[in-house]
Structures are given as C-alpha cells and as structure tokens.
C-alpha cells in the first residue's frame, strides 16, 4: 500500500481523502461489530458517525450502506438505529453552528454543500447517488460485502461525476485544466482494502476448517 501512487500522492500533495476516509471506515466498521451492551460506545460512535459526515458529504453513500443494510438483514432494530442517527445527525449540525450564527450571510450563500451538491455535478445527481447506494444496500448479505458495496458505491458516483464532466466540457478541460478531480476515486480504496483484508480471513478460516 504504501508504494502505491495514490498513496505516495496523498502525502506529497497533503491531501486528506485517504486520512479522512480511514477514520470514517474504522468508525462504521466499530458500528458493525458494535456489543449491543456497551451503552457508552453507542454514543461515542453516533457522534463520531456526524462529525465525520461534516468532513465530506460523499460519505452519505456508505452510510447508506451500513446503515440501511444493517437494518435490513436485523443486525439492529429501526428504534436503535433511528437513536443512533438522531444523535449523528445532531453533532452534524452543531459542528455548523457557529458558522450559521456568526456568519449566516455567507454560509447560506456558499458552504461545503452547495460547492459539493451545485459545482461538481447537478443537485439531482445526489439524489441518484443516494438511489444507487439504497439498491446495493439490498445486496448486501454480509458484514465483508458491507465494505465492497460502500467502496462501490463511492467509485460509481465518482465514476458518472467524471463522465458527466467529460460529456459536457470535453477530455482537454476536463483533465488538462482539472475539471475533473480524480483523486476523488482515493475515496473508494479503504472500503476495497478492508473487503480484501475480510475476505482473506474467510477464506483462511475455511482453508483451515478443511
């Protein structure tokens, strides 16, 4: 991993997609293997779940997933998990506070959202990345496939937000004078990894039952 390009990209240009992305895939894994017990964890999880989504909104995707997939295959009961989400969506919001008190002017004018929802693709593409992440959350049948549908997720919003500027501003404007970021696609490789790194262990587990 660490002689991979994406990676020697990430420290030399400082960029925080990996870093950002790691935190948010040990938090969702801790959900998944949350002790229904340890009432203090829920808790530290549910508002490390919000602060998390404050840092980037494309984290909604494999959210969706884990979330909604736990609920599906009754890993968590629809009473828990809304408590869960009414705590994240609580530290979400207050992270914004003071930005929304002191300067509320500008904040509704341009924040991260409108950049992310407006400027990179049209506002109903959100909604179809979203679409796209509840469908693959019904194929989930397993912890392991949790991590590959959320990677997935991640790489074909990425993959239709770089053909969408391709189509419309053409291969020079594109990536010459980078309308397209690419480094965007560093958002669905920890989710690979990690279901790589799972499904190894399975199929050690089964190569030593044999």
């Not at 599906?72 to 869960?84: D, M, P, R, S």
């Not at 979400?92 to 400027?119: A, E, G, H, K």
């Not at 020079?172 to 309308?179: D, L, N, P, Y």
Request: charged share 10%.
């Amino acid at each position: 991993m660490f002689t991979s390009l994406y990676l020697i990209w990430e420290i030399t240009t400082r960029s925080n997609l990996f870093t950002f992305t790691i935190l948010v895939l040990l938090v969702l894994n801790e959900f998944i293997n949350l002790n229904n017990k340890n009432t203090l964890k829920f808790y530290g999880l549910a508002l490390l779940t919000g602060l998390m989504l404050s840092t980037r909104s494309v984290y909604i995707l494999p959210y969706m997933i884990i979330f909604l997939s736990s609920l599906i295959n009754k890993e968590i009961t629809f009473k828990k998990l809304f408590f869960f989400l009414s705590i994240a969506l609580i530290a979400f919001i207050s992270t914004f506070l003071p930005f929304m008190y002191f300067f509320s002017s500008d904040f509704f004018t341009m924040n991260p959202f409108i950049i992310q929802s407006s400027f990179l693709v049209p506002k109903y593409y959100t909604f179809i990345f979203i679409l796209i992440s509840i469908l693959l959350a019904f194929l989930v049948k397993n912890k392991t496939d949790k991590f590959f549908y959320s990677g997935l997720s991640l790489f074909i919003a990425i993959l239709i937000y770089a053909i969408y500027h391709l189509l419309n501003y053409g291969h020079e404007t594109s990536h010459i004078s980078s309308k397209i970021d690419i480094s965007y696609f560093i958002f669905c490789i920890p989710f690979f990894i990690k279901y790589l790194m799972d499904n190894n262990k399975d199929e050690n587990k089964i190569a030593n039952t044999v």
